[in-house]
C-alpha cells in the first residue's frame, strides 16, 4: 500500500524559520509543499520519511530565502494491482460503491467487479449479494471490507491542459487526478464480518456443511 | 522537483503507522497546532490515525474494526524491529519451508490473516503451490510472530548478524535464476 520515493527538490526556507534547527526547518519545508498532494503517476504523498542529502545553504539575491538543494525520500500512498486493502464502505449508488481508505476515497468498485449475483437496492442504498441459496448479504455503509485492486486511472491536471465542456466551455473546477477501481469478487473479500462469522461456523460444524452440500464456501 | 526513484523501497502498514505516530507527536503538539501552513501536513496525520485506529468520533453503537497494524504494534510496542530481522522475524519463520515472494510478505503484514480464506486471497495460487497441511501451518507460524511476547524475545536479537538465507526469496533476483535455469540445461 505504501512505498518510498527518493526526490530531489530545490526546497526555500524563509527567514522567520531560520530560528529552527536546520534539519527541521527542511524538513516542515518538505512537509508543507509535499503533504497531502497527489504526484502524477507516483502517488498521494504522507510526510517526508528521510533526508539522504543536503546542500549548503544559498541566499539568493533579491529575497532573504535561503535556497538548499535537498534529495529525501517521501512516504508515498501507491497500492499495487492485486493488493488487498481494508477500507470502508462510503457510499453506494446504481454504479457501484465507493469505498472510504481515509487517506482518500477515490476508491471504487464497479457493479461488475462483484459477486455474482448481486443487485442494488435503492431502498436499502445498498448493494446486495444473494447466493443461489436464498440468502442475502447486504454490503453496508460504514462496514470495513478486504479488496482486491485492479487497476488505477490517472488524469492530468496540469494548469496547461485546459478542460472543455461538451458546449466548449472552459471546465474551471476539476475533477480527481487519481481513482482507483478496485474489485470484491473472491472469497474472503467484502465486509471482514461475513467472513469471521463464516469461520466459527466451519470450525463447528465442518461435516454438516460438507453433507448440506453448503455452496457459499465453494464459491469463487 | 525531480523524482529520482518513483519506487525506492516498499513500506508495511505497522512501519508506516509508527512513522505516522512519531510525526504526529511533533506536528499534532499544541505548539505546532497553530501554526496554519502545516495545516496540509495535520489533514494527511490525522486520516492516518484515523485509518489505523479508527475514528475516535464514531457513533458508539458501529462496532470499531482495528487495523492489523495498531494490534501489531501493540504486541511489539518496544521494539517494532524484531518482526523485520533477526531470528524471530517473520522472514526467518517461513523462508526455510515456503518460497513466499515479496509482495507476500508484504501482504502478511499487512493484512495479518487469522484465516485459511485471507490466507489464500494473498498467497497467489495458494492451492497448487501449497497443500492443506501447509497452509494451516503457514497460518500458525504467521500468527506465532506477530502475537510473540516481545518479554520472551532476548534482546539484541534485532541487531544480530545472520547468514543469508540459502534461499533465495521466490522473485528477487532475476539474474541469478537465470544461472540457475542455465546450469540446469
Not at chain 1, 2 to 23: G, N, R
Not at chain 1, 37 to 57: F, N, P, Q, R, Y
Not at chain 1, 135 to 148: A, C, I, P, W, Y
Request: hydrophobic share 35%.
Amino acid at each position: 500500500m505504501f512505498i518510498l520515493t527518493t526526490i530531489e527538490d530545490l526546497i526555500q526556507i524563509a527567514p522567520q524559520d531560520f530560528s529552527k534547527e536546520s534539519a527541521q526547518a527542511i524538513k516542515d519545508a518538505i512537509n508543507i509543499k509535499y503533504a497531502n498532494k497527489v504526484i502524477h503517476k507516483v502517488g498521494l504523498c504522507i510526510t517526508m520519511w528521510d533526508m539522504l542529502k543536503a546542500s549548503e545553504g544559498l541566499i539568493g539575491h533579491g529575497t532573504g530565502l535561503v535556497n538548499v538543494n535537498v534529495e529525501f525520500r517521501m512516504v508515498v500512498l501507491r497500492p499495487f494491482r492485486g493488493e488487498i486493502l481494508h477500507g470502508r464502505i462510503k457510499s453506494a449508488n446504481e454504479q457501484g460503491m465507493v469505498i472510504d481508505l481515509d487517506f482518500t476515497y477515490e476508491v471504487f468498485v464497479p457493479h461488475a467487479n462483484l459477486f455474482e449475483p448481486s443487485h442494488y437496492d435503492p431502498g436499502e442504498n445498498a448493494w446486495v449479494w444473494s447466493p443461489p441459496d436464498g440468502e442475502e448479504f447486504f454490503f453496508d455503509k460504514g462496514e470495513t471490507v478486504l479488496l482486491r485492486v485492479e487497476r488505477e486511472e490517472w488524469f492530468d491536471q496540469k494548469p496547461s491542459i485546459v478542460q472543455k465542456d461538451e458546449h466548449g466551455n472552459v471546465v474551471e473546477r476539476r475533477g480527481v487526478p487519481w481513482r482507483i477501481i478496485a474489485s470484491m469478487n473472491q472469497s474472503g473479500l467484502g465486509p471482514c464480518m461475513w467472513w469471521e462469522s463464516q469461520e466459527g461456523e466451519e470450525e463447528e460444524g465442518e461435516q454438516q456443511l460438507l453433507e448440506n452440500g453448503d455452496v457459499e464456501m465453494d464459491e469463487a | 522537483m525531480h523524482i529520482k526513484n518513483p519506487q525506492s523501497a516498499l513500506l508495511s502498514n505497522h512501519e508506516v503507522y509508527q512513522h505516522i505516530r512519531s510525526e504526529s507527536d511533533y506536528y499534532l503538539s499544541r505548539e505546532h497546532n497553530r501554526d496554519k501552513t502545516l495545516s496540509n501536513v495535520r489533514e494527511i496525520l490525522q486520516d492516518g490515525l484515523r485509518y489505523f485506529e479508527g475514528d475516535p468520533n464514531a457513533a458508539g453503537d458501529v462496532a470499531q474494526w482495528t487495523n492489523p497494524a495498531k494490534e501489531i504494534s501493540d504486541c511489539h510496542a518496544e521494539r517494532p524491529m524484531t518482526l523485520y530481522k533477526g531470528p524471530h522475524s517473520l522472514l526467518r519463520a517461513l523462508a526455510p519451508k515456503y518460497r513466499l515472494n515479496k509482495a507476500e510478505y508484504l501482504q502478511l503484514y499487512n493484512v495479518r490473516p487469522t484465516s485459511r480464506i485471507t490466507l489464500e486471497l494473498i498467497i497467489e495460487e495458494a492451492t497448487t503451490r501449497f497443500s492443506e497441511e501447509e497452509l494451516d501451518d503457514m497460518l500458525q507460524q504467521v500468527l506465532n510472530v506477530f502475537y510473540e511476547e516481545e518479554a520472551n524475545i532476548p534482546a539484541g536479537v534485532e541487531d544480530q548478524e545472520m547468514e543469508k538465507l540459502p534461499d533465495e526469496m521466490l522473485g528477487d533476483s532475476r539474474r541469478k535464476h537465470k544461472k540457475k535455469l542455465k546450469r540446469r540445461a
